[in-house]
């Protein structure tokens, strides 16, 4: 018996893709696969103006303005995400660098887990205190971005933490 279970959301898209959609995968801070995670800049004074990175294989610069968020899925390899403003299934990126995060705070990605422990999605979120440990959880930055507050290199996802989709960089 072969049972599928479907996961919908209402997709709103942020309508404009950023000038690094072109960009080479041996250019500085692309990613392996030939993406490049856009640096994005809230307004100030503002952490809920900024743009995140919503990879999804057919549109890998894909973008979300916030409050609009990515909302990805653990049913590929990719992770494609889809901007949602309802709640996600599986993982949600609300932030994909400090950028998008009040001054001081940081952006994290946090595995949740069940109580025997089986993990059951991702949460990428600013928070006013450090990430947690790896490999649960990872700050998030940007290759061409300030330096990790960890005092880490920071590196693509891809390959380094493959449960997040491959535009995002992590602290290592």
């Given at each position: 018996?072969?049972?599928v279970?479907?996961?919908?959301s209402?997709k709103?898209?942020?309508?404009?893709?950023?000038?690094?959609?072109?960009?080479?995968?041996?250019?500085?801070g692309a990613?392996?696969?030939?993406?490049?995670?856009p640096v994005?800049?809230?307004?100030a004074?503002?952490p809920?103006?900024g743009?995140v990175?919503c990879?999804?294989e057919s549109n890998?610069?894909q973008?979300?303005?916030l409050?609009?968020h990515?909302?990805?899925?653990?049913?590929?390899?990719?992770?494609?995400?889809?901007?949602?403003?309802?709640?996600c299934?599986?993982?949600?990126i609300t932030c994909?660098?400090?950028e998008?995060?009040a001054?001081g705070?940081?952006c994290?990605?946090h595995?949740?887990?069940?109580?025997?422990?089986?993990l059951t999605?991702?949460?990428?979120?600013?928070?006013a205190?450090?990430?947690?440990a790896?490999?649960?959880?990872?700050?998030l930055?940007?290759?061409?971005?300030p330096a990790?507050?960890n005092?880490?290199t920071?590196?693509?996802?891809?390959?380094?933490?493959?449960?997040?989709p491959?535009?995002?960089?992590?602290?290592q």
């Amino acid at each position: 018996m072969l049972c599928v279970l479907a996961a919908c959301s209402s997709k709103s898209p942020s309508g404009t893709l950023p000038p690094e959609a072109g960009a080479r995968s041996d250019a500085p801070g692309a990613h392996p696969d030939g993406s490049a995670a856009p640096v994005d800049a809230a307004p100030a004074g503002s952490p809920d103006g900024g743009v995140v990175s919503c990879y999804t294989e057919s549109n890998a610069s894909q973008s979300c303005t916030l409050p609009v968020h990515c909302c990805f899925s653990n049913f590929s390899s990719q992770h494609d995400g889809s901007c949602s403003s309802s709640a996600c299934t599986w993982g949600t990126i609300t932030c994909d660098g400090p950028e998008d995060c009040a001054t001081g705070a940081h952006c994290c990605s946090h595995a949740l887990l069940a109580s025997d422990g089986s993990l059951t999605g991702y949460s990428v979120a600013c928070q006013a205190s450090a990430c947690g440990a790896a490999p649960a959880n990872y700050e998030l930055c940007h290759a061409a971005g300030p330096a990790c507050s960890n005092g880490g290199t920071c590196v693509t996802a891809y390959g380094n933490d493959n449960d997040l989709p491959r535009t995002l960089d992590i602290c290592q």
